[in-house]
């Protein structure tokens, strides 16, 4: 049966349900969000003299809620715009409604008596045939539809998102025991395809899988913390981007999600688990205990592993908890030998094993935490899945980690870990000796370009389902694709006669490696291929131009240095846009700077729908110079049709660049003019490259044609000098912007004007490049420039001076 989800209804209003009516909201769908009634007047409704009866009060707390999460921070919703796709009732006045939708998702309290209750007023009204899901993040499928409709158990199932669902990846797929496996399969590839996720499918067991490893790894964790003595700052320093797991490490994610939920979902599973042999892990240790206690739960209460101290002088301080008075003391910055050894090790696979296996007390943590968690993983197959790589996905995805369990242990070594786990007490299931015994020493391996993993039941290798149209750079390394590389790039067949460029340097800034990367990629495919791909699967696609080298040219004064290296970099981006062959590039997450301006010179953009991307060289005292700037004012001579107000036009693109506006989706991007019309969104960031590579295939294909430089760039010469000289101004006097921001700003005007000319003039790119060029050298040679430089290499944070 063929399914078209036009419109979906979400049950539900809460911190989940809006965030989930957004992302629906951000695909496109058209999304009914529903919520209760309230049960009284509040203050102002009733000084306005509003009865029950009114629609203001019958959807306050669906619309207090869906307001509360359109203002969020982070976005829930790629565009505001995209609001308007959401309308909003209540369950007494609208239920009915859903008749006409495609799909109905239940996300209201996880109590089994309020779901099944809903449930039976869903049943009146839903369409028989359309999709009805749950969103729990624990209650059986099998309690949830007892007593419903043979039709209603057929077409139900749970449908876990991770919070906030923009975000994180994961979506769990959970069956009921009458669910047609065609319903399955459609939430599957629904997921992975429409909504972005990375789409596992969970047995019904309690906390399914990503909750339990991960809560499992968290309160297991704290006892070995406590057993430590270790503290909260000293903990967060181990856990957070060191081993690829989230920014936010142990702690500081426990206050933002909240103590009480994670404590809930630990305190079930100790319930419901009677023969789960770590049961006893689940209890919670002391510096859980306490603070839950007293109802310290993180953000949410104003305090919990971290409280914000606000001090009379407006002085903000942050202060972490004490576990032996539980009291607030400032915040410590530990070091470890570890870290420091590992400073240098950009490779994060070669980073944990030096972690773990480093003699201090870092890594007495590291493989206390690591093989515990390790040894429980190996213990729940199959009781919570069949395939050990459902695991690593699902927490993976869930939780933020670049490597799940089963591919840390690869890393670490299978044989060596398994028998240093046995050694420490924290003996694996059998089946891994056995896969041992049986010659089999990895968990994954790749062959003849596609990843397997060990199938437990068969001892064989086998691919991992849903796998044939992602490109893995991993996967191609493994194979013996790389073609070429340096210390800062590497170039990869990709097949079908396309190649890709990856960068690998600290960020991915745009380096002298990078840049002779993007030179010998363009100059082999000119020679024989079809055409490039510039994409990695970094934490971003790039952070922009390395400002080391400038810092110590421009200290030095060494302006003819300067001069040759901006010149370089443009003439590289020029390239990219004068190929003879099509140049495809994927950024994703921060493209900032130069990797905003490499995108922006690239035939197509294929974005991912996560892109935060801009001209942010303001910041450093810049302005930008790699074309981007030149490359903003053709956009804006190219917008140009009759009856436009020039100015107010160019303004719009000054101002982007001025105020460093960076976008927060790639939605955003395309309304900032970042991109274009023609350009590509990717929800799934696994699909992004195989989606980059085939259209450089359908750009090829079609007779791609070398693109010519434009000569007739429209610049309005001293009348928009003028204007911004006046905005400049008022903004100076008016103390919004600094004397050294304005004399940026004027820098900026004066390259987006055409320098002075007395009319509107048609300007070559190379007039404009030429232009920005000089604008870019005159400014490093400002004091000021050199201390915003400073403070971003060596503070790690902008200067405002």
Request: contains cysteine.
């Amino acid at each position: 049966m063929k399914r078209t989800i036009r419109k979906v209804a979400v049950l539900g209003s809460g911190v989940m349900g809006s965030r989930i009516a957004c992302h629906f909201a951000n695909i496109g769908v058209e999304v009914l969000l529903l919520d209760i009634v309230p049960f009284e007047l509040n203050e102002a409704e009733t000084k306005k003299g509003l009865t029950k009866e009114n629609p203001v009060v019958r959807n306050r707390i669906v619309n207090e809620a869906l307001a509360s999460t359109l203002k969020s921070n982070p976005s829930a919703i790629y565009d505001k715009a995209f609001a308007s796709r959401i309308s909003t009732g209540n369950f007494d006045d609208d239920l009915p409604k859903i008749k006409d939708y495609d799909w109905v998702i239940e996300v209201v309290v996880e109590r089994l008596d309020i779901k099944q209750q809903l449930f039976e007023k869903v049943e009146k009204y839903r369409t028989p045939g359309t999709l009805i899901t749950s969103n729990t993040s624990g209650i059986p499928m099998h309690m949830m539809c007892e007593g419903r409709s043979e039709d209603f158990q057929v077409n139900f199932a749970g449908t876990h998102f991770f919070n906030p669902p923009r975000y994180l990846r994961l979506l769990e797929i959970i069956p009921g025991p009458k669910t047609d496996p065609e319903i399955v399969d459609f939430l599957m590839d629904y997921g992975d395809k429409f909504l972005g996720k990375e789409t596992v499918l969970c047995k019904d067991t309690p906390a399914f899988i990503a909750n339990r490893i991960g809560v499992y790894s968290i309160i297991s964790a704290m006892h070995t913390i406590e057993k430590m003595g270790m503290g909260v700052s000293e903990v967060d320093k181990l856990t957070g981007t060191v081993i690829g797991r989230a920014k936010s490490a142990t702690f500081r994610t426990m206050d933002v999600v909240g103590l009480d939920t994670t404590v809930n979902v630990a305190n079930n599973l100790y319930k419901v688990l009677p023969h789960d042999e770590s049961r006893d892990k689940f209890k919670l240790p002391k510096i859980v205990e306490v603070l839950y206690n007293n109802k310290w739960f993180g953000d949410k209460t104003g305090q919990g592993y971290f409280k914000m101290i606000r001090h009379k002088d407006g002085r903000k301080e942050l202060k972490e908890i004490d576990f032996e008075t539980f009291e607030y003391k400032p915040a410590e910055k530990p070091k470890f030998k570890s870290l420091e050894a590992a400073k240098e090790v950009e490779d994060l696979k070669e980073r944990i094993k030096l972690l773990v296996n480093f003699d201090d007390k870092a890594g007495e943590f590291y493989r206390a935490t690591f093989y515990d968690s390790l040894r429980y993983c190996s213990f729940r197959i199959p009781e919570i899945a069949d395939e050990l790589y459902r695991i690593d996905q699902a927490v993976s995805a869930g939780f933020g980690w670049e490597l799940g369990p089963f591919e840390t242990w690869d890393v670490l070594g299978v044989k060596e870990t398994a028998e240093k786990m046995e050694a420490a007490g924290e003996k694996p299931a059998d089946w891994v000796f056995e896969m041992l015994e049986a010659g089999f020493e990895s968990f994954y391996k790749v062959k003849n370009g596609k990843k397997l993993y060990y199938d437990i039941p068969s001892k064989s290798y086998k691919e991992i389902p849903g796998t044939d149209d992602f490109i893995i750079l991993d996967t191609l390394k493994a194979a013996g694709k790389k073609v070429w590389g340096n210390a800062g790039a590497t170039i990869y067949d990709m097949g079908d006669d396309v190649i890709n460029l990856e960068f690998h340097t600290k960020m991915n800034s745009m380096g002298q490696e990078v840049v002779e990367g993007i030179n010998t990629a363009i100059t082999m495919a000119e020679k024989s291929y079809k055409g490039l791909v510039i994409g990695n699967e970094g934490a971003n696609f790039s952070a922009g131009a390395n400002l080391a080298m400038l810092f110590m040219f421009a200290g030095d004064q060494d302006f003819d240095e300067i001069n040759l290296m901006i010149a370089g970099f443009q003439n590289t981006m020029m390239r990219a846009r004068f190929s003879s062959v099509p140049v495809v590039v994927a950024p994703h997450n921060m493209a900032l700077g130069g990797g905003c301006e490499l995108s922006l010179h690239s035939d197509h953009i294929q974005a991912h729908a996560e892109l935060y991307m801009g001209l942010v060289e303001v910041g450093v005292g810049l302005i930008p110079a790699g074309g981007g700037t030149k490359e903003m004012t053709l956009r804006f001579s190219n917008s140009l049709i009759a009856g436009d107000v020039e100015m107010n036009q160019l303004q719009e693109y000054f101002m982007n660049i001025a105020t460093a506006k960076v976008a927060t989706s790639a939605n955003e991007a395309m309304n900032l003019n970042y991109l274009r019309p023609t350009d590509g969104i990717t929800l799934n960031r696994k699909r992004q490259l195989a989606e980059a590579k085939a259209k450089v295939i359908e750009l090829y294909d079609a007779g791609y044609t070398q693109p010519v430089q434009q000569k007739d760039i429209k610049v309005l010469g001293k009348s928009s000098l003028a204007l911004f000289e006046a905005g400049i101004t008022g903004m100076r006097y008016g103390a919004y912007i600094s004397e050294h921001d304005a004399k940026i700003a004027r820098k900026l005007a004066w390259v987006m004007s055409g320098g002075d000319l007395s009319a509107p003039t048609m300007v070559s790119e190379q007039y404009l490049l030429d232009l920005e060029r000089e604008a870019f050298l005159s400014l490093t040679g400002e004091q000021k420039t050199l201390e915003r430089i400073h403070s971003i290499l060596f503070k790690g944070k902008p200067l405002r001076n």
